[in-house]
Every structure is written in C-alpha cells, then in structure tokens.
C-alpha cells in the first residue's frame, strides 16, 4: 500500500511522509522539486544607465538572483507560450523599471526599488529588503528588467526548492521529503507541482511505449 502524509509545515517549508513509494519515484519527484517546477525571475536586464562602481556584468548577475513572489497560474515561460514573439506578450514576461540616484548623499537600492509596469502584477521580490548596490553622490541607474518563467533545470536561479529524502529512523520503507522553499512558491504548491509535473512524463512516456509497440 502506498500512502502520503504532511507531517509538518510552515510558510518555509513542507515535510511529507512517504510510505511503501519505491525509492526512485519519491526520489525523481524530489528532483522535480528543484529542477522542473516553474518559477520566476529576472531573465533580461536592458541597462541605459549605470554610474555605480559596480560593473554592469555583476550589477546584471545580482539582480537575476532575486527570487520573485511567482503567478505561474497566469504566466507560462516563453517557449511554451502561444505568442511565439522574441519580446514577448502579457502571458509569458512581466515589466520592471528600476531607477536610482544618489544626489548628496550615498543611496543604497533595494529590491524594494524595482517598479513593475503593471502596477496590479502580484509578480514581485520575495523581500523588499533584498540590497542590489550602494550609489555614492552623483551616481545613477536606469534600468528595464524582464522577469519570466524558467525551470532550475535551464538556470539555478530558477530552483523552487532545496529538498532532501530521507529514510525515517527506524522504519525501512518510510521516507520523508522535506522540502524547503526558496520563496518563489508555497512549499505545498512545490510539491503539487512537482507531483503533476511526475504525473505528465509518466503519461507521455506511457503514450510513446504504445505508439512504439503498436506502430
Ligand atoms: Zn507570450
């Protein structure tokens, strides 16, 4: 008998308990926590302006690693998108602007910082608080930022999750999944998506096992 149960959770993290699964499904399902689930992030960067001591390369680089609070119930990552356009449509990229300028004294910017286009996008940085780079006087930034969707696979800065599997003391055949979200998605949501995502490789390969057998 195979049974699943939540034996704990928080806003952070989800802990499933595992009974009678075989060890590569619980293990293939922990890996899609990390590596299929999609996220979003900052993809693009178009930098019209940049004064600050930081190079645009790494000032790029920082901002691609800020998690981004992720609607993938209304976004799609570009290349599963209808649209099929280069730039994008309203379902697969959201807009940002991120301006700054130090006048008389040092300013630091912030996640906190970054505008989105659509003021009514529920896409945004998990934390305001999150710094991006210190502007002394007479220092600015202009920037436009493109957030998308995209999976750890493509990119680290898409993991959903660190998670782990492990065998429960004592008893051989129950394994706990803990999962921790980054924060792009609720931990349970993780899990679910990472079930679906199981779900649907194991149909396509059952419909190409019979294709194959039949043609
Ligand atoms: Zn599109």
């Known amino acids: 008998m195979v049974d699943v149960s939540i034996v704990e959770e928080d806003e952070k993290y989800i802990k499933a308990e595992l009974d009678g699964i075989p060890l590569s499904i619980a293990n293939g399902i922990r890996r ?6 999609p996220v979003m992030a900052v993809e693009e960067i178009l930098i019209i302006e940049n004064t600050s001591a930081m190079h645009n390369e790494v000032l790029a ?3 691609s690693l800020i998690p981004f609070i992720s609607d993938i119930d209304r976004y799609v990552a ?7 356009s280069r730039l994008g449509c309203e379902r697969c990229v959201v807009r940002y602007v991120l301006r700054a300028e130090a006048r008389d004294e040092p300013v630091t910017v912030y996640s906190r910082d970054i505008i989105p286009e659509d003021a009514n996008t529920t896409v945004k940085p998990v934390s ?4 991006i780079v210190k ?3 007479g220092q600015r930034l202009e920037m436009e930022l493109y957030v998308r969707v995209g999976r ?6 898409w993991q959903a999750a660190i998670s782990s599997l492990y065998e429960k003391d004592g008893e051989p055949g129950k394994r706990i999944l803990y999962i921790e979200s980054i924060g792009f998605l609720p931990p349970r949501r993780i ?7 199981f779900k649907k490789k194991v149909q396509e390969l059952d419909e190409k096992i019979k294709r194959e057998l039949e043609g």
Request: glycine share 6%.
């Open 32 to 37: 899609f926590t990390m590596n299929e689930v």
């Open 128 to 131: 305001p608080k999150i710094p």
């Open 135 to 137: 502007l002394a006087p």
């Open 152 to 157: 750890g696979r493509k990119n680290a800065k």
């Open 78 to 84: 570009q290349e599963e998108c209808t649209c099929g």
């Open 191 to 197: 899990l679910k998506e990472a079930v679906n995502i």
């Open 61 to 63: 680089h920082r901002i």
